[in-house]
Structure formats: structure tokens, C-alpha cells
């Protein structure tokens, strides 16, 4: 498959990527609840600023792809300069070809995004990172709120994934422009990765907590709702 056709691929990763993981709302103090949750989670402490740092990351590293391509596909001397400043070896520019991978990565990705977007637009003011009560907060069943308790969980798990094997697998701009060779670059890479298995892992807790709160906060409302909805996060699964 020709080069290029990857460019449009990676822009609409970087979209997927800030629908994916860029809140939508911040709660204002005086109509958020925090305290029926308890202690904050780690998300909810950093989700004013976090989001925004992995994601100028991660679309650096997307952006860096694409320079690479055009620089590559259309030859010239500014072209040159910009090889020779993004890649320690431009005959590997072609291993950017789109892999199968990164195909399964793009579907993953992507396919979250749209879900993540689906539930911000079905709550509106009420989804937060953080987790918290708003005021007038009120029960939302509708949309994939009818299918799953927790569907943007289920996004998020989706497009985790596919952001890891986006930058980390061979055939990725990280990988086959020789930035890995690097330790302090695959030290951070390393990191980064690891703090979003951790964020996984909390976002698992989730689910139960909020049913929890919810169940206390809205009663037979919720009852009926877990009847008629009964997995928190896969259909027939879980």
C-alpha cells in the first residue's frame, strides 16, 4: 500500500485521540459532590492537566510521522533537512508503511473515540474525568447507556490499545526512526506506556463505585435500570 495513504490514517488518529481522551466538561465547585466517592482516584486528581500532556505527546509523535512521509514521498532540499532531523536513517522512511497492526490499532482507536464522543453527547454537562455528583445531576439511560452501565469505560479500554500499539510496535515512527535507540527516549516511552496500563487498571475499579453511588443517589430508578442493563461494560459479558 502506498505511503502517503497513511497520512490521512494518522490525522484521523490524532482526532480520535483528543475525542478519546480530553474531557469535556470540567465540574465547577460549587455543583460538583466529590465526597460521595470518597478519596479521589489517581485520574480524578490529575484529569486537569494530564490528558492534555500525553496527548501533545502523542500527537507530536503522529505529527513527526507525517513530516516524515511527505518529506520523504516529495524530494527536495527542504525535504532533506527534514529527514535528516527526523529520522537517523531515511531508508527505513518506507517500514512506515501501513502494517496490520496499525490497522487493528486505527479500528481500536478509533472505534473508542466514537464511543467516548457518543456518551459525552448523550450526558452532556454530566460527564466528567472526575467522579462526583453534580447538581441536577439526573440518571442518564438512554443512547449506549442502554446497552452497557458504563460505556465510555468501555471506549476508553478500546482505545488504550490502540494508542500503545500506534507508537510502540515496529512499523510506528517512534520505532523505525531510530528514537528508541535512545535510552532516555525508551525510558519514556516505557513510562508513559506503563502509566496507561495503571489508568486501565483504576478505570476497572470504576465501574462499581459509581453503581454504588448511583444506587444510593437515584434508588428504584437505578434498580430498574441495572434490571434492563445488566453488564457494566461488554454486552453479555461483563
Known amino acids: 500500500m502506498p505511503l502517503l495513504a497513511k497520512v490521512p490514517m494518522l490525522v484521523a488518529l490524532g482526532v480520535a485521540m483528543k475525542a478519546a481522551f480530553i474531557p469535556p466538561n470540567q465540574p465547577e465547585e460549587p455543583e460538583s459532590d466529590t465526597e460521595k466517592y470518597g478519596s479521589a482516584d489517581h485520574i480524578s486528581r490529575i484529569s486537569h492537566w494530564f490528558p492534555w500532556v ?20 516529495f524530494p527536495s532540499h527542504l525535504s532533506s533537512i527534514l529527514l ?3 529520522v537517523t536513517d531515511p531508508s527505513s522512511v518506507p517500514r512506515l508503511a501501513i502494517t496490520p497492526s496499525f490497522a487493528i490499532a486505527t479500528i481500536l482507536l478509533v472505534s473508542g473515540a466514537v464511543i467516548r464522543q457518543r456518551c459525552y453527547n448523550e450526558l452532556g454537562r454530566l460527564f466528567t474525568f472526575q467522579l462526583t455528583v453534580l447538581k441536577g445531576h439526573t440518571l442518564v439511560t438512554s443512547g449506549p447507556y442502554s446497552i ?4 465510555a469505560y468501555t471506549g476508553f ?10 507508537e510502540m510496535l515496529p512499523g510506528t515512527y517512534p520505532v523505525e526512526s ?14 508513559w506506556t506503563a ?10 475499579r470504576r465501574p462499581g463505585k459509581e453503581d454504588e453511588v448511583l444506587k444510593k443517589e437515584f434508588g428504584q430508578e437505578w434498580e430498574e435500570w441495572a434490571r434492563k442493563t445488566p453488564c457494566k461494560l461488554l454486552p453479555r459479558v461483563y
Open 178 to 191: 531510530g528514537l528508541m535507540t535512545w535510552l532516555w527516549v525508551r525510558l519514556g516511552m516505557c513510562m
Open 148 to 151: 452497557v452501565r458504563h460505556p
Open 54 to 73: 500525553g496527548l501533545t505527546f502523542a500527537e507530536c509523535l503522529l505529527a513527526s510521522e507525517v513530516l516524515t512521509i511527505l518529506a520523504y514521498e
Open 195 to 204: 502509566w496507561l496500563v495503571l489508568a486501565c487498571v483504576i478505570i476497572l
Open 84 to 86: 535528516s532531523k527526523l
Open 157 to 166: 479500554m478500546a482505545a488504550i490499545p490502540g494508542v500503545i500499539m500506534v
